[in-house]
Nanobody
Framework: QVQLVESGGGLVQPGGSLGLSCATS????????MGWYRQAPGKERELVAT???????NYADSVKGRFTMSRDNAKKTVYMQMNDLKPEDTAVYYC?????????WGKGTLVTVSS
């Protein structure tokens, strides 16, 4: 059973920084693509960033230059460093793992950007 557990969310002021982590279980981590999605109140879930099993990253235009996603295959963990946070970044952030038509999701961690 694969499990994804996010951590690192919280309350931060505009312009501040937060780091998210997603720890996974199972032995398949290095073979899978990973991603972060977010869902703001009243909105649909949207893609924030992905990193494939080669380590190549892609970002939504709204976070380019501010967010950085990385992975540590030895620790089976992905990270997302979020800088220059804006109120519109407020959302529940979900970790995703997928490949071969199979998807796994974490339960999410709340990020609130407010003064």
């Amino acid at each position: 059973q694969v499990q994804l557990v996010e951590s690192g969310g919280g309350l931060v002021q505009p312009g501040g920084s937060l780091g998210l982590s997603c720890a996974t279980s199972g032995s398949i981590f290095s073979m899978y693509n990973m991603g972060w999605y977010r869902q703001a109140p009243g909105k649909e879930r949207e893609l924030v960033a992905t990193i494939d099993y080669y380590g190549v990253t892609n970002y939504a235009d709204s976070v380019k230059g501010r967010f950085t996603m990385s992975r540590d295959n030895a620790k089976k963990t992905v990270y997302m460093q979020m800088n220059d946070l804006k109120p519109e970044d407020t959302a529940v952030y979900y970790c995703w793992m997928g490949r071969y038509g199979v998807d796994y999701w974490g339960k999410g961690t709340l990020v609130t950007v407010s003064s």
